[in-house]
């Protein structure tokens, strides 16, 4: 039996200032500020089934970045041995997702509105959406 060595799953959370006063709040997220990447795409999902399951697969090139803008959802973090679950429940509060990384979303308020920063365009084949073929790149150390 091989036994993976634990690594530390590629994320953290990211706490944006936030500005603002009587007349209402405002966050600015600036590209090599307070986004560490070259801002490529932005894309947000909305509408969501709280029971549905959105996201499972993993990048191979593209960090990414998550807000919840509105509302609130969970994401569940796999990097192939160690799992972890973060709540994003503020606009200004981000969570800073790196390539290889399996993602899943789920558990999604009714007004949820979850934006997603990258620092590459949208392109299928970089794209691993078979768990058990991420998994089994890991294992053989094909990320």
């Given at each position: 039996m091989?036994v ?7 994320a953290?959370?990211?706490e ?5 006063d009587?007349?209402?709040?405002l966050i600015a ?7 560490p ?5 932005v ?5 969501t089934?709280g ?11 593209s ?5 919840s ?5 969970k994401?569940?973090l796999?990097n192939?041995?160690?799992t972890?679950?973060?709540e994003l429940?503020k ?6 997702i790196a ?9 999604f308020s009714?007004?949820?509105v979850l934006?997603?920063l990258s620092n590459k ?7 691993i959406?078979d ?12 990320l």
């Amino acid at each position: 039996m091989l036994v993976l060595e634990k690594r530390k799953i590629d994320a953290q959370i990211l706490e944006f200032n936030v500005m603002g006063d009587e007349r209402g709040q405002l966050i600015a997220l600036e590209e090599d500020m307070n986004i560490p990447f070259e801002l490529k795409r932005v894309f947000y999902i909305y509408n969501t089934v709280g029971a549905i399951r959105r996201g499972n697969h993993a990048n191979r090139y593209s960090r990414q970045i998550l807000v919840s803008t509105s509302g609130s959802c969970k994401i569940h973090l796999d990097n192939g041995v160690e799992t972890m679950e973060v709540e994003l429940d503020k606009p200004n509060k981000g969570l800073f997702i790196a390539n290889n990384v399996w993602r899943e979303m789920y558990d999604f308020s009714d007004d949820c509105v979850l934006m997603v920063l990258s620092n590459k365009l949208y392109d299928p084949d970089e794209y691993i959406r078979d768990h058990d073929v991420f998994l089994e790149m890991v294992k053989n150390n094909l990320l």
